[in-house]
């Protein structure tokens, strides 16, 4: 949501990147990240049995009870699936991976289990993140002199890192260059018409990154007086010409 009273800055997307880049990866210390709307494969064991039967399994928190995703008998090639998951898993009978399109609310734990086995077979973290959506920046003056706030925000997504640059640079450790609320706002104190340039606010996580860009240009507050003035003149010299005009013609 837009701050009451900002204004929004001209903008110019960079793109958005890796909108898939998990997909097909093993899992790193029991952990898979996957984004929403990607394909995650979740890997099936060493070797594979010619009989029984085999399941993947899901729950959401550890202590919650599991439910059975995907049921497959060995021998008959018979292959039960979920009905929530019926249109976006895919279950490999070669190597019995699972592959899974995935959803917000597919985060949680999933296991491979065979027939023989009543608690074992290792759970696997599956992390779901939300694509970042493209940042909107916003600031609340261009004034020289002033503190100019500019906020870089993404309505979807959460942000693991914000990342400002000036004229495609990073900017200076120190100075009047200023950040606060964990990156997402930058500010310039007693802000000069040197600070004019190009700035940029990339956003990333896991899954994804964004950035936009935006020409600030730095006004000099006294000429802004002296416009207004001068506009203020002509405007009451017009009118002035106005009345003037009006009385000569009922004087006729």
């Excluded at 500019?150 to 890192?161: E, F, I, L, P, W």
């Excluded at 730095?218 to 009451?236: C, E, Q, T």
């Amino acid at each position: 949501m837009r701050p009451e009273g900002w204004l929004p800055l001209a903008l110019l997307s960079v793109g958005i990147v890796s909108a898939c880049q998990s997909t097909g990866l093993a899992p790193t210390g029991g952990r898979v990240v996957g984004a929403v709307g990607c394909t995650v494969v979740l890997p099936g064991p060493d070797h594979i049995d010619t009989t029984g039967f085999v399941r993947w399994e899901y729950k959401q928190n550890e202590n919650d009870t599991e439910l059975i995703v995907v049921l497959y008998y060995v021998a008959s090639r018979k292959l039960d699936i979920l009905p929530e998951y019926k249109d976006r898993v895919v279950f490999s009978m070669s190597n019995w991976s699972l592959g899974l399109k995935l959803q917000l609310a597919d985060r949680g734990l999933y296991r491979l289990r065979r027939e023989e086995e009543e608690k074992s077979g290792k759970w696997i973290q599956l992390e779901v993140i939300e694509l970042l959506s493209k940042p909107k920046l916003f600031r609340n003056s261009s004034l020289a002199g002033s503190t100019i706030e500019m906020v870089c925000n993404v309505t979807v997504g959460r942000v693991d890192s914000y990342q400002w640059r000036k004229d495609h640079k990073p900017l200076p450790k120190y100075g009047h260059y200023q950040l606060s609320r964990n990156n997402s706002v930058l500010l310039i104190l007693n802000a000069t018409q040197g600070d004019s340039g190009s700035y940029s606010c990339k956003v990333t996580n896991e899954v994804s990154e964004n950035e936009t860009s935006l020409e600030l240009t730095i006004n000099d507050s006294s000429a802004v007086v002296s416009n207004g003035v001068i506009l203020g003149v002509a405007v009451i010299t017009a009118v002035i010409i106005l009345v003037i005009a009006d009385g000569n013609l009922y004087s006729e």
